[in-house]
Nanobody
Framework: QVQLVESGGGSVQSGGSLRLSCVASGYTVSSYCMGWYRQAPGKEREGVAVIDSDGSTDYLDSVKGRFTISQDKSKKMLYLQMTNLKPEDTAMYYC????????????????????WGKGTLVTVSS
């Protein structure tokens, strides 16, 4: 059974930084796409960043240059380093995983993944 567990959320002031972590268990495929999604109150879920098993990454335009997605395969960990945070980044952030092909721009931005964590809350105050 696949489990994704996020951590690292919290409350910060505008301009601050946070690092989200996600540990994956039960996910043993060698080719995959993993990513971070977020959902703000009253808004639809949106993809933030993805990384595939080859290390290729892609980002939501509004976070490019501020957020960095990375992974540690040996530890089965996924990370999201967030800097220069803005109030509009406030949301529940979810770790997600799925098929390698899900990292194509036409998929991850519009659809989602097969497996989801329960989320970690990020609050950015002005």
């Amino acid at each position: 059974q696949v489990q994704l567990v996020e951590s690292g959320g919290g409350s910060v002031q505008s301009g601050g930084s946070l690092r989200l972590s996600c540990v994956a268990s039960g996910y043993t495929v060698s080719s995959y796409c993993m990513g971070w999604y977020r959902q703000a109150p009253g808004k639809e879920r949106e993809g933030v960043a993805v990384i595939d098993s080859d290390g290729s990454t892609d980002y939501l335009d509004s976070v490019k240059g501020r957020f960095t997605i990375s992974q540690d395969k040996s530890k089965k960990m996924l990370y999201l380093q967030m800097t220069n945070l803005k109030p509009e980044d406030t949301a529940m952030y979810y770790c997600a995983a799925g098929n390698y092909d899900y990292c194509s721009p036409s998929w991850w931005r519009q659809y989602g993944m097969d497996y989801w964590g329960k989320g970690t809350l990020v609050t950015v105050s002005s």
